[in-house]
């Protein structure tokens, strides 16, 4: 069912899904890939583990999608992590969810976010990342002029500062400049795989920049004693698998850690059975820990 929901002025549109049979139950809100919607991968995980009996919620952060704010398709880091404490607001206000028992499950980007909300939210139990990107400073600078890149955006930030038009460029294009530049980005998002009404090829640009000053890693140091679930790809050119190990060596227990044997990243976007080894895997840990 439709769902909306408001924080900071902004209405937020999501997908509550509520399985058959007596509640309450559990309930996972997700959050999932840069430029993503929610009718794209965090919409087919919410549908997946709504199958296995938990109350999902599957939403549209604030510049995306359906939802209000602008700029349009702008990432709002700080943004973010309130639309997921608004979320989990409106999911324990709902009758068919045990309000003691939130999750909050990410995928891609969405994992990083996630697990910094759980670490700084006491209402949620537990933290799931599949095919995660936990982005810190640290990392992101290396292997390109961190300085330089900085000072361009900051020159695109400073002309929308004097009131020039908000600087956009493409989400993904194959050999082209782009957000997300490269054929397998391209691969899903320019194919009907990735197809939406409610996505758009565009991305501003002052989002690079939040991208690589974002520090998401910071969660693992906080979590605890939260469980802590990471299902990773073993070959993964976007988000590192190095990147999910130094989260789980920076958990405490409980944690586990699950590699699934895909060969791209976006394999466990919509792929089989890369997905359901995903669910399969977040269902069992969910089932002891939730």
Known sequence: ??????????????????????????????????????DQVTGLYAARLAERGYVTLSFDHRNWGESGGEPRRHEDPQGKLYDLRAAVSMLRARPEVDRERIGVVGICLGAGYALKFAAFDPRVRVFVGIAGAYHNPYAMRTGMDYQAVLGSLTEVLERQDRGGAVAYMPAVAEGAEA?????????????????????????????????????HMMGADFLSPKPALIVHGIVDRFCSPEGAEEVYKRLDEPKELVWVDAKQHTDLYDR????TRAVDATAAFLETRL
């Open 1 to 38: 069912m439709r769902a909306e929901f408001v924080v900071d002025g902004r209405t937020l549109v999501g997908d509550l899904r509520v399985p058959d049979g007596a509640g309450p139950r559990p309930g996972l809100v997700f959050t999932g890939p840069f430029t993503g919607v929610r």
């Open 179 to 215: 957000a997300m530049p490269g054929d397998e980005p391209y691969a899903y998002y320019g194919s009907e795989r990735g197809a939406s009404p409610h996505w758009a090829n565009e991305v501003t640009r002052a989002s690079v920049r939040e991208l690589i000053t974002t520090d």
């Open 272 to 275: 089989e059975p890369y997905v």
